[in-house]
Every structure is written in C-alpha cells, then in structure tokens.
C-alpha cells in the first residue's frame, strides 16, 4: 500500500531537526561551488565539482555529456519512475570578479550565492540528505547540474539532455536558489535579442546630425517604448542591458542593447519580436547606421495547469510548511520540460537579496524549510501522487 | 640527505591523499589523533567558511579531524562569536596557561595550542585564506599519516596575490626570496629545498612541537625550520603543494617588519649553533622613512623576537601530559 499524501505531509517535520544538523554539509558545498567561477558556456570546472560530489555520494552513471551538464542517478527500489532534479551551474557574472564567500550566523554572502549557487549545493547533497535520513525512493532519482542555461546559453544544455536521453522523465523539479516560496508551473513565452548599432567610418556627420551610436540606440528605445502592449494577453518589453562609448573626446561609433520581449501568448511574442526588427530597420534607414538585430533566444508559453497534481502538490506542501506560495511563470529550464511536454516545477530554497550583485546573500535559517519542501515534492511524485492522469 | 633526492621523496602533491576515507581509516589504524588549530586575530570574514568547511569535510564526513580550535589574540570583531556559532572551540589565548605572563603574537597562540589541543599531530591554518578547502589539512596531515619517520610537513603554493580584478597567477613570497632563500643557502643550503619557508600552514608531530622552543612573533617559522633541521635533519621533513591560497597582500613596509623579526631570530640561531661565532647585541628598533610636509622623517617600530621555552620545560604541561596524553584540558 502506497504512502498516502496526508502521511508524507506529516512526515516532514520529523525530518527538521536532522537536516538541519546535515546543513553543515550543505553550506560547504554551497561555499566550494559558488567559489567556482562558473559564467555561462565556462562551466567546465564547476561541473567537475558537482561530478566529484556526485561520485562520492556514489551515484550511479556519474557522468558528463557534450553540452557539459554534470548528472548521477540514485537508482530507486523499484525504477519505475525517473524523478529529474535540475540546478543550472552558471552564472551571468564574469570569472574576472572576486568569488570569495563569507559565512556569519544567520547569511552566507558571495557572487551568484543565490543564483544560483544554492540551487547546485542543493542538488548535490540531496543524495546525501536522502540517505541521512534513510529515505529510499521508488523512483531513480536523476541529479543534474546544467550548463549553458542563461542568456546566449539558452537553456542549451538541458536541451541537449532531453533531447538525447533515452529514460523517460516522470516529472522534474528545477531549483533555484531564491526564493522560498517560488513556484512556476508555467512558462512564459519569451524572445531574447541583441540590438547592435554601427556606425561607418564614412559616416556623414553634417547630413545625420551628432550623437554617434548612442543616439541612434536612443532614437531605437524611444520607438520601442512606444509599441503598444495589451492588458490581455499579458506582455512586457525588458530592456536589460545597454553598453556604449568610451568616454569624453570620442563619438561612440559602437552601441548594443540586450531585450526580453515577454508575453503569455507565443504570437504576441513572435509580432513584438517583428516589430523589434521593424523598428531596428527603419531607424537604420534614416539615420545611416548599421543596425541589426540578433535573436539569442526563445520560449514557447506553455506549462501544467493550476490543477495538475504535481502543481496542487507543490502549493499543499508549502502551505503545509507555512510558506505562502508566490506562483508565477518562468523562463528557466521550466521551458524546455513544457517543450517536451514534461511535468515540471521551479521551486525556490531559501530568502536572500542584492541578486547578481557583489553582496548578493541568502538567509540561512530557511534552508531547513526550502528542503523540507524539496524532500515533500520528491517524495509526493515518488509516490504518484503527481501524476498527470490522477 | 641529498637535496634533490629530498625533493623527488617528500614533495607532495594535495591530491595525493584525496581519498579521505583511505586517510581516515589509516589514521584510525595508527589510533592517533589530529588536532586543527587556527590562530585569529580580526578574522572575522573567513573565520566562518574556514570551520564550516573543515568541520563538515573532516570531522562530519570523514573523521580525520577530532577537534577544531580557534585560539585568538584579542579579536575586535566578531571572529570568535562566529568561529563557535559555527561548532569550533574557542579560546583566548590569554585564558590559556593563565599563571604565565601573556605575549600578543600569533607565535604565543601556536605555542599554547599545545597545551590546550589534544591531538598526536596538530595542524596550523592561517585564517585569512579566502579560497579555503578541505586540502588545506588533508595534504598536510597526509605525509605524517602515511610515513613514520616524517615529522613536520610544510604547505607550499602557486601564490596568487588578491588584487581588485580577480587574482593573478603568480607573485607573493617577496620575504622567502629576498631574504630567507639567500639565507638558508648561505647558512642551511639543505633548507632552500623547502619551497616556502614562510608558509603558515603547516602539519607536525605533538612530540617534536612539545620540544622545540617558539618565537611569539615573526620568527616562529623560520626557528621551526632551523630546530627541527638541526635536531632531526631535512629527513623528517615533508612539503605539500596545496595549488592556491588566496591571501590579503601585504604592504612592503610590511614586509620590512616582518623580515627585520625573523633576522633577529635568524642571528640568534646562528649564534647558539656556533654557525657564525658569537653575535653582538642586536638592535631591536626597525627605523622605516615616511615624507610629511615635504620633509622625510623616521619612523621606528620596536619589534622585540621574545621566545617562549619548549613546551616540555612547563610544569603545567608536564602535568597533564602525566595525567594522561588525550584528556581534555
């Protein structure tokens, strides 16, 4: 007779007071990760240290693949089902920048300690925390650090897993650092683009006016900020990131803009992707400089529904540990498993702030919560109770 | 022992004993026990990540380590609150053998570790290395566990100097090449083979540290080196390639205390070894130049290389090394 839902509920608590005492381990692996540069598509020595664990932990097929994502398998007692835990490696921060970690009572602070460093410790000592507390699984559980998941990386290297594995997945849980409570069932439908502006040396100054590539780039932002949005479906247009210029005495002949161009339908995403370029070329027409527009990356909106089991699992076990659940969609590695049609949750592990800045910390105290609910989660799909025909 | 065969034999590579759980269980053996000791003064943003680090991958996981302590000097911050909300002993160094005159000097916190630590060997970690990992002990402690005849393993490093944009590869260990290298190869050529001298990571048997005496400053490294040597010769010596440790850079005006430190030591060895002949007085002033108004002007530091006997040669210890080697203090 299966564990009733109810029962695994319950059974959380008893668990508290021993994974806390196991946080320990887990704050050292928390601090050798994130002490590992690891900015996207330079992953390669954060893997290796999430394999060395995986080994040691004694997983089974410990191993690396093309895309450089770093994975083991916890074989269940029966097999019957193949649970995915995900935390991608990298890092949108450059290798140039000090790592260090601090540790007090109370946080741990340290670049990409959130993001997603905490994510990857998690997935690490899970097995460990498992075994701890002498939890057997039905299920294999297949732990799997990902590379090449942010930005150009474009969630390549989950792809590349579920594109080139033969196990069939069950369900997946990806984690990410922050913030306990998190829950995305949902993704977003997204295009990621660079703008570039270029302007010729030939450049005819007296005919065009002064101002070099931050203008024309200025000229390009005001034409977006006028597309018009709707209310339904909702959309958004984020401008991350601008880089242009050098200083006093020279005329920026060089701009880029990094865009996220966000909405809940895959149509109204591809038109603002559309008008994007639109907008890139005809400014390019009257002005004279090179613009172009470069798609690094894209998602489909799609995702389980509110009342899939494994999305009311999810939200029973977070009231059950008194965390509200913040339910919202993502553009994660959650896309890849709607792509492949795969249930699959993003939860958070913990508080924390200042994300990707030089004092980006995360609460410690939380930790003990943010695995009770990742255990939950496991445990809730181990035992079918998140299975999509139920 | 021929230096180069020295070299070949008992040069070390961390990763050579990164199977703790082989370590472990030849440890246990041996039924030995290992003490970690780190000396603090001001640590307090890497006192934290040190003893989590060390506690959950050496006593935790694998037990190679059985205990951890921190012995301060008189921290202003919160290096101790922190080193024992996060599972280390903590000490002040003044607490410990109280009937004797304290001295401020990380030399003084070393030498009453062995008083207070229980372990067969004990192991010294600075607290100011910012990219600290589980090698740090286990490729100290490694050489002593698998050979008898070895008695004190040093660290040594690929030093990258912290600087504003990350690290740099090389550089560091200005005092080892300018000043203890050309010394130990005029005096101790054996001694240049320990590749650095300076490093204060270092692994040794309880028996050798109980004998030998301990300049509280400067000078506590480069005495070790020279009284272990002379006692034992470069035999009983061990050095472990640690890769990288990540350290705050000291000014060069620094540098000059801490070499005028370990001169005076230097000297005094010299002289008690008849190396030299007998040595006058030394002068104790260090007179460094600043320029204020456009007018230069001295400035004099004091730095006094006081020595603390041999730990045997104190009643108290002799007391409780008969009381019984593993009891607690």
Same mark, same amino acid.
């Given at each position: 007779?299966?564990?009733?839902?109810?029962?695994?509920?319950?059974?959380?608590?008893?668990?508290?007071?021993?994974?806390?005492?196991?946080?320990?381990?887990?704050?050292?692996?928390?601090?050798?990760?994130?002490?590992?540069?690891?900015?996207?598509?330079?992953?390669?020595?954060?893997?290796?240290?999430?394999?060395?664990?995986?080994?040691?932990?004694?997983?089974?097929?410990?191993?690396?693949?093309?895309?450089?994502?770093?994975?083991?398998?916890?074989?269940?007692?029966?097999?019957?089902?193949?649970?995915?835990?995900?935390?991608?490696?990298?890092?949108?921060?450059?290798?140039?920048?000090?790592?260090?970690?601090?540790?007090?009572?109370?946080?741990?602070?340290?670049?990409?300690?959130?993001?997603?460093?905490?994510?990857?410790?998690?997935?690490?000592?899970?097995?460990?925390?498992?075994?701890?507390?002498?939890?057997?699984?039905?299920?294999?559980?297949?732990?799997?650090?990902?590379?090449?998941?942010?930005?150009?990386?474009?969630?390549?290297?989950?792809?590349?897993?579920?594109?080139?594995?033969?196990?069939?997945?069950?369900?997946?849980?990806?984690?990410?650092?922050?913030?306990?409570?998190?829950?995305?069932?949902?993704?977003?439908?997204?295009?990621?683009?660079?703008?570039?502006?270029?302007?010729?040396?030939?450049?005819?100054?007296?005919?065009?006016?002064?101002?070099?590539?931050?203008?024309?780039?200025?000229?390009?932002?005001?034409?977006?900020?006028?597309?018009?949005?709707?209310?339904?479906?909702?959309?958004?247009?984020?401008?991350?990131?601008?880089?242009?210029?050098?200083?006093?005495?020279?005329?920026?002949?060089?701009?880029?803009?990094?865009?996220?161009?966000?909405?809940?339908?895959?149509?109204?995403?591809?038109?603002?992707?559309?008008?994007?370029?639109?907008?890139?070329?005809?400014?390019?027409?009257?002005?004279?400089?090179?613009?172009?527009?470069?798609?690094?990356?894209?998602?489909?909106?799609?995702?389980?529904?509110?009342?899939?089991?494994?999305?009311?699992?999810?939200?029973?076990?977070?009231?059950?540990?008194?965390?509200?659940?913040?339910?919202?969609?993502?553009?994660?590695?959650?896309?890849?498993?709607?792509?492949?049609?795969?249930?699959?949750?993003?939860?958070?592990?913990?508080?924390?702030?200042?994300?990707?800045?030089?004092?980006?910390?995360?609460?410690?105290?939380?930790?003990?919560?943010?695995?009770?609910?990742?255990?939950?989660?496991?445990?809730?799909?181990?035992?079918?109770?998140?299975?999509?025909?139920? | 022992?021929?230096?180069?065969?020295?070299?070949?034999?008992?040069?070390?590579?961390?990763?050579?004993?990164?199977?703790?759980?082989?370590?472990?269980?030849?440890?246990?053996?041996?039924?030995?026990?290992?003490?970690?000791?780190?000396?603090?003064?001001?640590?307090?943003?890497?006192?934290?990540?040190?003893?989590?680090?060390?506690?959950?991958?050496?006593?935790?996981?694998?037990?190679?380590?059985?205990?951890?302590?921190?012995?301060?000097?008189?921290?202003?911050?919160?290096?101790?609150?922190?080193?024992?909300?996060?599972?280390?002993?903590?000490?002040?160094?003044?607490?410990?053998?109280?009937?004797?005159?304290?001295?401020?000097?990380?030399?003084?916190?070393?030498?009453?570790?062995?008083?207070?630590?229980?372990?067969?060997?004990?192991?010294?970690?600075?607290?100011?290395?910012?990219?600290?990992?589980?090698?740090?002990?286990?490729?100290?402690?490694?050489?002593?566990?698998?050979?008898?005849?070895?008695?004190?393993?040093?660290? !040594?490093?690929?030093?990258?100097?912290? %600087? &504003?944009?990350?690290?740099?590869?090389?550089?560091? *260990?200005? #005092?080892? =090449?300018?000043?203890?290298?050309?010394?130990?190869?005029?005096?101790?050529?054996?001694?240049?083979?320990?590749?650095?001298?300076?490093?204060?990571?270092?692994?040794?048997?309880?028996?050798?540290?109980?004998?030998?005496?301990?300049?509280?400053?400067?000078?506590?490294?480069?005495?070790?080196?020279?009284?272990?040597?002379?006692?034992?010769?470069?035999?009983?010596?061990?050095?472990?390639?640690?890769?990288?440790?990540?350290?705050?850079?000291?000014?060069?005006?620094?540098?000059?205390?801490?070499? !005028?430190?370990?001169?005076?030591?230097? %000297? &005094?060895?010299?002289?008690?070894?008849?190396?030299? *002949?007998? #040595?006058? =007085?030394?002068?104790?002033?260090?007179?460094?130049?600043?320029?204020?108004?456009?007018?230069?002007?001295?400035?004099?530091?004091?730095?006094?290389?006081?020595?603390?006997?041999?730990?045997?040669?104190?009643?108290?210890?002799?007391?409780?090394?008969?009381?019984?080697?593993?009891?607690?203090?």
């Amino acid at each position: 007779m299966r564990m009733s839902f109810d029962v695994i509920l319950d059974s959380l608590p008893q668990y508290r007071e021993r994974i806390a005492e196991l946080s320990e381990i887990m704050l050292a692996n928390l601090v050798m990760i994130a002490e590992i540069p690891a900015p996207t598509f330079s992953e390669r020595r954060r893997m290796e240290f999430v394999l060395e664990r995986l080994n040691e932990y004694q997983l089974l097929n410990c191993s690396t693949d093309e895309a450089g994502n770093a994975l083991g398998i916890l074989p269940g007692e029966v097999g019957d089902r193949n649970i995915l835990l995900v935390a991608h490696m990298d890092t949108v921060l450059p290798a140039s920048m000090d790592h260090m970690v601090t540790i007090v009572p109370g946080y741990v602070s340290g670049l990409g300690i959130a993001d997603n460093s905490l994510g990857v410790a998690t997935v690490v000592t899970l097995p460990l925390i498992l075994k701890e507390l002498d939890i057997k699984l039905d299920s294999n559980l297949i732990v799997i650090g990902t590379a090449r998941s942010l930005g150009r990386g474009n969630i390549e290297g989950i792809r590349f897993f579920l594109d080139n594995t033969e196990i069939p997945i069950s369900a997946a849980i990806c984690v990410e650092g922050v913030r306990l409570g998190r829950l995305s069932y949902s993704s977003i439908g997204m295009v990621r683009g660079e703008i570039r502006c270029e302007v010729p040396e030939e450049y005819d100054w007296t005919r065009f006016g002064a101002g070099g590539a931050i203008a024309n780039m200025n000229e390009v932002i005001n034409r977006i900020f006028e597309i018009p949005l709707p209310r339904k479906p909702r959309s958004t247009i984020v401008l991350n990131s601008m880089k242009s210029g050098t200083g006093f005495d020279e005329i920026p002949t060089k701009g880029s803009l990094q865009f996220e161009a966000r909405s809940e339908s895959g149509q109204m995403v591809h038109q603002l992707g559309e008008t994007i370029e639109n907008i890139a070329a005809e400014v390019a027409s009257h002005t004279g400089a090179e613009i172009t527009v470069e798609v690094v990356a894209q998602r489909e909106p799609g995702g389980i529904q509110f009342s899939h089991p494994l999305a009311v699992s999810a939200r029973r076990i977070l009231n059950h540990l008194n965390v509200k659940p913040r339910i919202r969609p993502s553009t994660s590695e959650l896309s890849a498993f709607i792509d492949k049609e795969i249930p699959a949750v993003t939860v958070g592990l913990s508080t924390g702030e200042n994300l990707n800045e030089p004092d980006e910390r995360i609460h410690i105290d939380p930790i003990t919560t943010g695995l009770q609910q990742l255990l939950g989660l496991i445990l809730a799909v181990d035992k079918g109770y998140c299975d999509g025909d139920e | 022992m021929e230096m180069n065969k020295w070299l070949k034999s008992n040069t070390y590579h961390h990763s050579t004993f990164r199977d703790l759980a082989e370590l472990v269980e030849k440890k246990q053996e041996l039924g030995i026990t290992i003490s970690l000791c780190i000396p603090t003064l001001n640590e307090q943003k890497t006192i934290g990540k040190e003893v989590v680090i060390f506690r959950s991958e050496l006593m935790q996981r694998y037990p190679l380590v059985d205990e951890i302590a921190v012995i301060d000097s008189g921290s202003t911050d919160q290096t101790l609150e922190i080193a024992s909300n996060f599972g280390a002993d903590t000490y002040l160094a003044s607490d410990i053998l109280p009937e004797i005159e304290p001295k401020r000097g990380k030399g003084e916190n070393l030498w009453k570790a062995i008083y207070q630590l229980k372990g067969d060997i004990i192991v010294y970690i600075d607290a100011d290395i910012k990219n600290i990992h589980p090698r740090f002990v286990y490729g100290l402690v490694g050489p002593l566990i698998h050979r008898p005849e070895i008695k004190y393993v040093k660290a !040594f490093y690929d030093r990258p100097l912290a %600087f &504003s944009q990350g690290t740099r590869p090389s550089g560091g *260990g200005r #005092v080892t =090449e300018i000043l203890i290298r050309p010394l130990f190869s005029l005096f101790f050529p054996e001694l240049s083979a320990i590749i650095q001298p300076l490093s204060g990571e270092y692994a040794v048997r309880r028996e050798v540290l109980e004998s030998i005496p301990f300049p509280i400053g400067y000078g506590v490294e480069t005495s070790h080196l020279l009284d272990v040597y002379t006692r034992w010769g470069l035999s009983a010596f061990a050095q472990t390639d640690l890769d990288q440790r990540v350290h705050r850079n000291q000014p060069t005006r620094s540098l000059g205390k801490m070499s !005028f430190g370990i001169i005076q030591t230097f %000297f &005094s060895r010299l002289s008690k070894m008849n190396v030299i *002949g007998n #040595v006058p =007085e030394l002068n104790t002033v260090l007179r460094q130049f600043q320029v204020h108004d456009q007018e230069f002007e001295t400035v004099e530091f004091k730095i006094v290389e006081e020595e603390r006997p041999p730990m045997i040669e104190i009643p108290a210890y002799r007391d409780r090394v008969a009381s019984g080697p593993t009891e607690a203090v």
